[in-house]
Every structure is written in C-alpha cells, then in structure tokens.
C-alpha cells in the first residue's frame, strides 16, 4: 500500500517559536501571535495567519496556500500563490498578481492589480475588485485523465476535479473539494478523510461494474452519489452530509454506522447492516426492499416504503404507504402520515395526533402527546400537552388558543396559532354580548363537548369577553392568510363588507305580500305590505380571496324586516343577478317532491319554516323556490 508523510505544522505565537521553522519544506505555518513582524522572502508550504496586524514586508510567493483569519495584516509585496487564498479578514495586499487555486473571500476586498485566478472564485456575500473589475464566483475544476496530473494536485487535497481516466490513483489522506469520478478503477489507498462532494457516475448507460477502492476512508463531511456504479466503502464509519444512491447503482457500507440524509433511489439497492442512526431523512424509490436490522433512530422523517427497519425505536417524523408493525418504537417526536388508525404497542411518545383519520388508534404504552386532537372515544386527553377541540368545519380551539383553517395540520407551527383574544375580537364582529354567543352560535353551530378541558374553553371566552374589542376592518382584510380573512368575512356581515367594498346596485324591484297576522285573541287577520329588494354587486378581486371562484364578481340581495325595518343581506348566486324578487326566493330550497304540498312559508331571518297540507317524506332533488312560488306561498316575515 502507498503511503505519504502527513503535513508538519509550525504553530508561531513568539519569536521564540521561529527558531523551529524552517520556509524550505513543505509545511503549514500557523501564525497566532499578534502585532509580529516576520521577514520570511518565501514560503515552500502553507501559511496561514490568525494573529491581528502581523506584517510580512519582504514576502513575495507562497507555493502553498494563503489563509488572512486576522484584520490588519500586511503582505506588501506578495505576487504569487500556488496555492488556494482564503480571506477573511481585512488585509494589504496590493501587489498580488496570481492565484494558482481557488480565491475565497467573506469580506469586502479591493485588490490594486489584476490577478490571474486558475482555480475557483468563491465569494461569501462579499464585494470584490480587482483593478476596478468586480469579481464574481466561478466553479473552477481540474480535469484528470492521466496519473501525472494527479500528481501537480495540492498536496493537502483541496482541490475540485474530474476524474476522466481510467486505473488513477490519489495518494491523498484527506481531499476537500468536489470531486467526480467518471473513469474505471480509481483508487485512494490512503484516503481516511473527505470534506465536499463525491460523485461516482459511469458515462456509459449499460457499464456499471466499476472497482472503485476506497481502503481507509473513515469519515465524510458532505454529499456522496452514486449513480450507476457498484462500489464499496468498507471502512466509513460516519457520513455527515447526504447518501444518494440511483440509476441501478449498489452501494455497500459494513461499517457505516451514521448518516446525515440517505435516499435509495431508481431501483438502486443498498447495503447497511450496521447502520444505527440516519440524522436527517431515510427514504426509498427502489423496487427492491432495503433490510436496516441495527436502525435504531431516524431524526427526522423515516419513509418506510421498500425500507425494513424492526428495531427502530425513534424517528422525527413517520411516512406510511402501507401499514408497518413496529414492536419496538418508544418515540416519533413529530407525526406519522397515514389516513389511517394504527397500533404501536411500545409507543411512549407521539409529538402531533391530530390527523381525525387516525382516530381510534391503539397506543396502549403511550405516556405522553404533544398535540392531539381531541377524541371522546379516546383515552389519550390526560397525556396531551395541547388539546384542540373542533368546534365547526374551520374553526378549532384549545383553552388558550384556536386554529382558523379547514383542517388541523399534522405539524403544527404556533406562528399559525391565534391568541383566544383574536377569535372573541371576530365574535364580537356578529354578537353583542356573551349570552348573544352562546345561543345564537354555540349551541346553533357549534359542537359541544363533555370535557373538562372544554369546560375551560367556554370560561375563558366569558372571561375575556367584555375586555376585547371587535377586530377592525383593516385588521383582517390585510391579514396574510386567505383563511383567516375568509373567516373574518363570515363575521363582518354583507351589509357592512359591500359598504367597504363599495358594492354596486344593479337592480331593485318591489312586490306586494299578503301577510296573516294574529290579535290577541289568536285571531288570524290579512295585511298586505310592499316588500322591496335590491341587488348590489362587487368585484371579487376586491376580497383579496382567489376561491370565490373565476366569476369576476359576486353578489347579495339586501331586504328589510317587515317588523324592525331593520336593513339584512344575503348571499345569491350569478344567475339571479338580474331578478330580485329571484334572488331573495333562491335562498328558500327544499326538496321538489315537497312544494306541491307546502301549506304556507314564514321566515325569521336565516330561518325558515314551512308548514305542509300533509305528511311529505323528503325525496328527489333539491331546488330553490321561484319567485312566484316563494311569494305565493310567504305569510309572515320577522
């Protein structure tokens, strides 16, 4: 086996320190002290300066590499660096003409000549000129096809290459860069270390037996691929970063026992028999079934398809095409997506049960729920940290919070949650009081609960009540989120929300009711008065809201009780636009079997009661009255 000598280093922080160093061999010199000057003329190896306003005035080529970690540093007279240069701090270097690798900078820099640059540009957010040019990134890479261009490679293994040629070998033991590897029989016979990007691609569609050798690597820092190829890695141990192995690729690891993000990908297969714990995500696209016998954790989301893993016993988050047992999973810290119940019986831990599809699932170990929808049928409130109550189709509650939104999310984000005061701030946009809440919605609309903890709900919205004020207009009309303004909307009233959006009349029309009244006595008397109505419509994009659909406008009939005179609207559909007495009678729908027997129709707002000749069973379709139904068959208005 090949080996190589390891990269002395010569940490400065006196002048006794100097004595030591020799600028002749190749070596990385580490300069901690501060305020020295150093009269170096050149540099063999590496350099690379850590202490505040060092100066070198008589230095003028470095043939490794350049690293300014330090403000107030001078290099007067550099003008060559064979190496990568790397700043991150303020520094003089007014004479540098060339850089033979790659330039990184995370500071503002102005250099004064013009500088030839052979390698990458990389720049950190971070405006750099050179000669009044400004300097821009630039992936740079070194395309080997032969051994002896390996050989003019950094000998610190930073460095970005594409590896053509075939039967190449690196003698490197660490490599930090990008490196592609196209060729047949590479090999890194001491390679222990890789910090970056390592792809293995065949560039022939049907040739995947490659005999890639990687002996001694240990550990990697970045994104390994492997696309097509079959390869080995017998000695990693940890992968920081991602696994992606695709296009009939097969990748071997018998000793990787961490990872970052591992995806098995277009029936590709993969071997991990000792893998314990993936950091990020576990997935897998391939046809073939992936055993992971050691898996012990997965920190966030564990897709299961194709994936055997009996003995996982913590993920983030659970992702089920199909039904999996698990006997030892004590934890999932985030939620499982599935429409379905399940049965975990060692499970001790579950972050979100929210989903109302995965009621009645069987958790007979479970001791904790960190946000859970709540289930009569359940027996899971004592160990909720959170418990949400849906009270209607979009609206859920807890004791101090709500939700406004159609359905309760399977992660739940408290940026997304309202203070209960925001929720009574809508209220109070409809009821005038407490009492005026709870029997005209609460008992009308919404669902009630035997809980104690609902109990809560109700005290605590009595409590704040008389100390919010109602949500303004500008308030929830500007509101980010298309939900919570259409909720709001709900509440506001027509009346006033075609007064804002300044509705347009479009049509008016009057018609004369016969109306039966009672005396004291019960005695029923005819009155006839004359009903008026009118049609205002408004632009819909004035709602900021894209569902009310592709119509360019909407529209609502206003009319007045015959008893208070008091203003209402209504909501009606595009195609009675034109008709008001239409419009008001297509807000009355029943069952079609039914109008032949209908005795007599009296309303009460959004209240509509229809007495009948005889016993009808509803049946057939259901349809709005006609105007003329509608007023032949009104007696009485309120």
């Not at 609309?445 to 005290?459: D, G, R």
């Not at 409590?463 to 949500?471: A, D, G, L, R």
């Not at 529209?555 to 008001?584: M, N, R």
Request: glycine share 4%; charged share 25%; net charge neutral.
């Amino acid at each position: 086996m090949h080996t190589i000598n390891p990269i002395k280093r010569y940490k400065i922080f006196s002048h006794e320190d100097l004595r030591e160093v020799s600028t002749d061999e190749y070596a990385s010199i580490e300069i901690y002290a501060k305020n020295m000057t150093f009269s170096f003329t050149e540099i063999e190896g590496n350099l690379l300066v850590r202490g505040e306003g060092c100066s070198f005035p008589d230095l003028q080529n470095i043939n490794g590499n350049l690293s300014v970690d330090a403000g107030n540093c001078s290099f007067p007279n550099l003008k060559n660096v064979g190496g990568n240069v790397a700043i991150h701090a303020s520094a003089v270097l007014d004479r540098l003409e060339k850089v033979k690798g790659d330039l990184k900078c995370i500071v503002n820099f102005r250099f004064k000549n013009s500088i030839k640059i052979e390698g990458s540009i990389e720049l950190k957010n971070a405006e750099v000129y050179a000669a009044d040019k400004k300097l821009k990134d630039l992936k740079r890479i070194i395309e080997v096809l032969h051994q002896y261009q390996v050989d003019f490679l950094p000998k610190d293994g930073i460095f970005n290459v594409d590896v053509k040629g075939d039967d190449i070998t690196f003698l490197h033991q660490q490599i930090r860069g990008k490196m592609t590897i196209y060729g047949k029989n590479v090999s890194f016979p001491n390679l222990e270390y890789i910090h970056g990007q390592l792809k293995i691609k065949s560039q022939k569609k049907n040739e995947v037996e490659f005999d890639h050798d990687f002996p001694t690597l240990k550990k990697m820092m970045g994104v390994l691929t492997v696309d097509k190829p079959n390869v080995c890695f017998p000695a990693l141990q940890e992968l920081v970063g991602n696994i992606e192995i695709k296009n009939s690729s097969y990748a071997a690891f018998p000793l990787l026992e961490k990872a970052g993000n591992v995806r098995i990908k277009y029936n590709s297969r993969g071997k991990f028999p000792i893998l314990r714990e993936v950091k990020v995500d576990l997935a897998s696209d391939s046809y073939e079934e992936c055993e992971m016998t050691e898996l012990k954790m997965v920190k966030r989301t564990f897709y299961t398809s194709k994936i055997i893993a009996k003995n996982i016993e913590e993920v983030g988050n659970l992702v089920m095409n199909k039904y999996c047992e698990f006997d030892h999973l004590k934890k999932i810290g985030g939620v499982v997506v599935f429409d379905e119940s399940f049965n975990f019986k060692s499970l001790e831990y579950i972050g979100c049960l929210t989903n109302e599809k995965q009621k009645g699932s069987k958790l007979p170990s479970l001791q904790k729920i960190g946000h859970y929808l709540y289930d009569e049928n359940d027996a899971f409130e004592d160990f909720a940290e959170q418990i949400y109550f849906k009270v209607k189709d979009n609206l859920y509650i807890t004791p101090d919070k709500c939700y406004i939104a159609q359905t309760l999310p399977n992660n739940i984000s408290e940026h997304f949650l309202q203070p209960l005061q925001k929720l009574v701030s809508i209220l109070k946009l409809r009821h005038k009081s407490f009492q005026n809440f709870i029997t005209r919605e609460y008992e009308r609309e919404w669902i009630n609960y035997s809980s104690p903890n609902f109990s809560k709900v109700l005290h605590n919205i009595e409590k704040i009540w008389t100390s919010v004020e109602p949500i303004t207009y500008e308030e929830f009309f500007t509101h980010y989120d298309r939900g919570f303004r259409l909720f709001c909307f709900s509440y506001f009233g027509v009346g006033a929300l075609m007064e804002k959006l300044n509705a347009k009349k479009i049509n008016q029309k009057e018609i004369l009711v016969n109306y039966c009244t009672y005396d004291k006595n019960g005695n029923k008397k005819s009155l006839r008065r004359t009903n008026h109505y009118e049609i205002f419509e408004v632009e819909n994009e004035n709602f900021r809201l894209s569902l009310w659909g592709r119509e360019k406008y909407s529209y609502a009939v206003k009319c007045w009780c015959p008893s208070t005179l008091e203003e209402h609207w209504l909501w009606i559909e595009p195609q009675y636009k034109d008709d008001a007495l239409a419009a008001i009678a297509s807000t009355f729908r029943i069952h079609e079997n039914i109008i032949p027997h209908i005795q007599c129709l009296k309303r009460q707002g959004d209240l509509l009661i229809c007495e009948l000749k005889t016993e009808v069973i509803p049946k057939g379709n259901v349809r709005p009255l006609t105007a003329e139904e509608y007023f032949s068959f009104l007696e009485a208005e309120s």
